[in-house]
């Protein structure tokens, strides 16, 4: 059975730093592209990042940039969200995602084919 099960969510203050995993299980992604989303209370789910399967392409979308960093471990079949200088607007579930093949980092979620169940991050100011 395939999953996806994220991890480091949680409470912090704004201006802090929170690191998101996604560990994967019951097959390999080390050839999938993979992707951080997030949804909070009543909006709709926004693209965060992704990254290819050799780490070397990633996406951002451009309000988080420099404040979010993708990156994944393939002999670990885990990617992380590095997550720094935090602000309140970043509360949300936070989710992972992996695509159907290794495709270049969309930041569409109907490119993905694999969910996981999303981590709670709260951002108090």
């Known amino acids: 059975q395939v999953q996806l099960v994220e991890s480091g969510g949680g409470l912090v203050q704004a201006g802090g730093s929170l690191r998101l995993s996604c560990a994967a299980s019951g097959r390999t992604f080390s050839s999938n592209t993979m992707g951080w989303f997030r949804q909070a209370p009543g909006k709709e789910r926004e693209f965060v990042a992704a990254i290819r399967w050799s780490g070397r392409s990633t996406a951002y979308t451009e309000s988080l940039k420099g404040r979010f960093t993708i990156s994944r471990d393939n002999a670990e079949n885990t990617v992380y969200l590095q997550m720094n200088s935090l602000k309140p607007e970043d509360t949300a579930v936070y989710y992972c995602?992996?695509?159907?093949?290794?495709?270049?980092?969309?930041?569409?979620?109907?490119?993905?084919?694999?969910w996981g169940q999303g981590t709670q991050v709260t951002v108090s100011s």
């Open positions: 995602a992996a695509d159907r093949g290794g495709g270049y980092p969309s930041p569409l979620p109907s490119k993905y084919e694999y």
